[in-house]
């Protein structure tokens, strides 16, 4: 079956750690997008690629980075720069930029 | 700016009790408007795509409708499985970046 797939469902973070949140689409989508979701809030874009080997800074990319080294996988690395990083992280694709978007089941940060 | 709004936050509704959400926006452009059912804990699942005012699009209970400030997503007889929260989204046509409004949830009682 064709979809998206985050690991791990929960990951654990302690001060001044860097992490890394995986996220691999077999869609043979080009585009993918991590967002972060905070409880009364939107979702909020992090990063997004259009293709491999590019990607482009979302609302809010301050502490974290990202790669785009094969199409099928986009991972986001939270930084200890990142101060508040306890949310739910949800990585999503679209065949184009201007596709519908489709998500991932998403990975819970928790700070010990 | 580009901002969409959800209403109400919260909504319980007797099972069989037809009732809708809705979804306003200001967008310079609208490239599409985005409906999505997410579960507590999981990720948001696609419902319907919406493009141009006076569209519809139906799935089982659920329809949506667009006009050019907002959307309505109309349930009919729901059942408690439809207890999710629904959340819509629009894609500037400029930016294709997409807005995402807070969200609505839904309770359906048996």
């Known amino acids: 079956d064709g979809g998206i797939t985050q690991s791990p469902k929960y990951l654990f973070r302690k001060e001044g750690q860097n992490v890394t949140l995986s996220c691999e689409q077999n869609?043979?989508?080009?585009?993918m997008y991590w967002y972060r979701q905070d409880p009364g809030q939107g979702l909020r874009l992090i990063y997004y690629s259009q293709i491999v080997n590019d990607f482009q800074k979302g609302d809010i990319a301050e502490g974290y980075s990202v790669s785009r080294e094969k199409k099928e996988s986009f991972p986001l690395t939270v930084t200890s720069a990142q101060k508040n990083p306890t949310a739910f992280y949800l990585c999503?694709?679209?065949?184009?930029?201007?596709?519908?978007?489709?998500f991932g089941p998403g990975t819970r940060l928790l700070v010990l | 700016e580009d901002q969409v709004t959800q209403s109400p936050e919260a909504l319980r509704l007797q099972e069989g009790e037809s009732s809708s959400l809705n979804c306003s926006y200001t967008v310079s452009g609208l490239r599409g408007l985005f409906w999505y059912r997410q579960d507590p804990g999981k990720g948001p699942e696609f419902l319907f795509t919406l493009y141009s005012a006076g569209e519809e699009k139906e799935k089982e209970r659920l329809k949506a409708t667009l006009t050019k400030k907002e959307s309505f997503l109309h349930i009919t007889a729901p059942k408690p499985e439809d207890s999710a929260t629904y959340l819509c989204a629009v894609q500037d046509s400029g930016t294709y970046k997409y807005i995402f409004g807070t969200g609505t949830r839904l309770k359906v009682l048996a």
């Open positions: 999503a694709s679209s065949m184009g930029g201007r596709e519908t978007q489709y």
């Open positions: 869609l043979n989508h080009d585009a």
